[in-house]
């Protein structure tokens, strides 16, 4: 779901995520993909060791995600963030994103900044994101 080979803008990117919000709730108008498909990005699929694999490469103290077909899963809610069931990743080119099906919003970032992960787009990721839930619950 992020990776190198998706050219568009931002705009664009947003409205994949949110046809794919809307697939997976049943109300798009003409689906891109069955609601079966997109259903199954929010499954899990890792075994166990899988999991712990995940969790260290990602360098995550939290312990609840998991992976699906398409992105990483958060298996919790996030306080003040992402429910449970969200679908979320990062690409190398400095792109960020989630889709939160139970609160339906998706939310897209960009940087271009290298290396992935720069520690200050993560901060500014995470203050993003807490905004943006913040303005939610307004």
Not at 72 to 83: I, Q, W, Y
């Amino acid at each position: 779901m992020s990776g190198v080979g998706l050219f568009c803008s931002m705009k664009e990117y947003l409205t994949i995520l949110r046809h794919l919000l809307q697939v997976h709730a049943g109300t798009a108008a003409k689906p891109i993909l069955s609601t079966a498909s997109v259903r199954k990005f929010f499954e899990p699929e890792l075994p166990a060791r899988g999991v712990e694999e995940l969790k260290e490469w990602l360098k995550a103290p939290d312990p609840s995600f998991q992976w699906s077909t398409a992105m990483c899963l958060n298996t919790s809610d996030v306080p003040g963030k992402r429910r449970k069931g969200s679908g979320w990743w990062y690409g190398w080119a400095g792109t960020y994103n989630f889709l939160d099906p139970e609160t339906g919003v998706a939310l897209v970032f960009g940087s271009q900044i290298l290396p992935k992960q720069d520690p200050e787009i993560t901060k500014l990721w995470a203050r993003l994101e807490e905004e943006f839930y913040a303005g939610l619950e307004a």
